[in-house]
C-alpha cells in the first residue's frame, strides 16, 4: 500500500475512532479537481443488486444527488437480491437505450452475457463493487471500478480483531463465494489473524442472499460447536449481522459477552444503530457509500464523452462506538471534505 493512502486511512480511522487527529471538517479533497463539464440532458440507469442492502442504497442515493446537481434524469432498478433478478433489470435497462449505467454491487463475472449486451450497444458503464480489479478499465467492459481498497478494509477488521482479542482471539470468516472480491476479503482477513498468532476457527461461506434465513440456525450451530472459544465475528458485509444478533439474544448471550463482530463493509445505517446501540456488532469499516455514488456520476460523464477516468480509489474508515458517539446522529460515514464542491465545480465551469 502506498505510504499515502496509508496516512489517510490513519487519518479516517482514528478521527472516527476518536483519538487525536485534525478535525474531520479539515480533512482536504484528495480527488479529482479537473475533467469534462457536466454533458447536458443525459439519462442513466442505475441497476443495483439489492435495494435491502444498505451500502448499496446508500451509494445509489448518492448517485441520485450527483445527478440532481450535474442535471441529469436517473431511473433505479432493483435486482431484487437474485440471479435471476438482476439479469431481467440489466436487459430492462438496455431496454431503455440510457446514456449510461451504473452496475451497483454485484459481479462483472455473474451477469457477464448481459454485460456484453450492453457493450456491443455501446452504453458506457460503470460499477460499484464489480469485481477485484478497482479504478480504470476493469473487466466487463466496465469503465471504471468504484470501490476502497479491499484489502486495506479486511486488514483493518482483522487489526481491529486481534487488538481486540489478542493471541488468544477465535475467530469465524463469513463470507460469499458467489463473489471473487468476498472470496479475496475473507482470505486476507484469515491470512492477516494467522500471521498475528490469532486462530481462525472456521470459515464460513454462506450467501449474502441467505443471511435471512441462514444466520439464526449457523449461529446457534457455532455456538454449540465452539462455545467460549468463539471470540470474534468477522464479515464481508455488515449484512451479516443483521441476523446474527437475534440467535445470540436467543441462546442468552448478551452482546457484551458473546463473539465480538467486526465487518470489513460496508457501514450500512443497520450496522451504525448496532453499533452505537451496543447490540451484536462492535465495529465496521465504512465506505463513503454518498461520495461514492458522485464519484460514479463522474467517472460515467468522462465515459460518455471519451475522457479517461480520473483514477480516484476513495478511503475507509473504522467506525466504533465511541467514534459514532462523536458524530451523534450519522447513519453513513459521510466525510466532511468538499467533495460535493469538488465535483460540481468541475461539472458547471
Not at 460469499?176 to 482470505?187: E, L
Not at 434465513?213 to 455456538?223: A, D, F, I, N
Not at 456488532?281 to 460515467?300: C, F, K, R, S, Y
Amino acid at each position: 500500500m502506498q505510504k499515502g493512502k496509508l496516512l489517510k486511512l490513519i487519518l479516517a480511522t482514528t478521527m472516527l475512532a476518536g483519538a487525536a487527529a485534525p478535525a474531520f471538517a479539515e480533512t482536504p479533497w484528495d480527488g479529482p479537481t479537473t475533467g469534462p463539464a457536466g454533458a447536458p440532458d443525459k439519462t442513466i440507469v442505475v441497476v443495483a443488486a439489492d435495494l435491502k442492502n444498505g451500502g448499496i442504497l446508500g451509494v445509489s442515493k448518492g448517485v441520485e444527488e450527483a445527478a440532481n446537481q450535474i442535471g441529469w434524469n436517473i431511473r433505479v432498478l432493483d435486482g431484487a437480491c437474485s440471479i435471476q433478478g438482476r439479469t431481467a433489470a440489466l436487459g430492462q435497462a438496455l431496454a431503455l437505450q440510457p446514456d449510461g449505467i451504473v452496475i451497483n454491487g454485484f459481479d462483472a463475472v455473474e451477469q457477464q452475457a448481459a454485460l456484453e449486451g450492453v457493450a456491443a450497444a455501446k452504453i458506457p458503464m460503470v460499477a460499484w463493487h464489480s469485481g477485484p480489479k478497482i479504478g480504470c478499465d476493469a473487466p466487463g467492459g466496465i469503465f471504471a471500478n468504484v470501490s476502497t481498497d479491499a484489502m486495506t478494509v479486511s486488514e483493518v477488521a482483522a487489526n481491529w480483531a486481534i487488538e481486540d482479542g489478542g493471541k488468544d482471539i477465535g475467530a469465524v470468516i463469513f463470507t460469499d463465494s458467489t463473489y471473487q472480491i468476498a472470496i479475496d476479503k475473507a482470505n486476507r482477513i484469515k491470512e492477516t489473524i494467522e500471521a498475528a498468532g490469532g486462530k481462525v476457527l472456521e470459515y464460513v461461506d454462506t450467501p449474502i442472499a441467505d443471511t435471512s434465513s441462514r444466520m439464526g440456525p449457523l449461529t446457534t450451530s457455532l455456538l454449540q460447536k465452539y462455545g467460549d472459544s468463539w471470540t470474534h465475528a468477522l464479515a464481508i458485509n455488515d449484512l451479516y449481522f443483521d441476523f446474527m444478533g437475534p440467535a445470540l439474544a436467543a441462546a442468552g448471550i448478551s452482546s457484551e459477552d458473546g463473539p465480538q463482530a467486526g465487518s470489513a463493509g460496508d457501514g450500512s445505517e443497520a450496522a451504525f444503530w448496532r453499533i452505537r446501540n451496543g447490540a451484536y456488532q462492535t465495529i465496521t469499516v465504512a465506505e463513503p457509500l454518498n461520495l461514492q455514488g458522485w464519484q460514479l456520476v463522474d467517472e460515467l460523464n468522462r465515459a460518455i464523452q471519451g475522457e479517461a477516468c480520473s483514477g480516484y480509489i476513495t478511503s475507509p474508515a473504522l467506525v466504533t462506538k465511541e467514534g459514532l458517539e462523536k458524530m451523534g446522529d450519522s447513519t453513513a460515514f459521510d466525510p466532511d471534505s468538499p467533495y460535493r464542491q469538488a465535483y460540481s465545480a468541475i461539472w458547471k465551469k
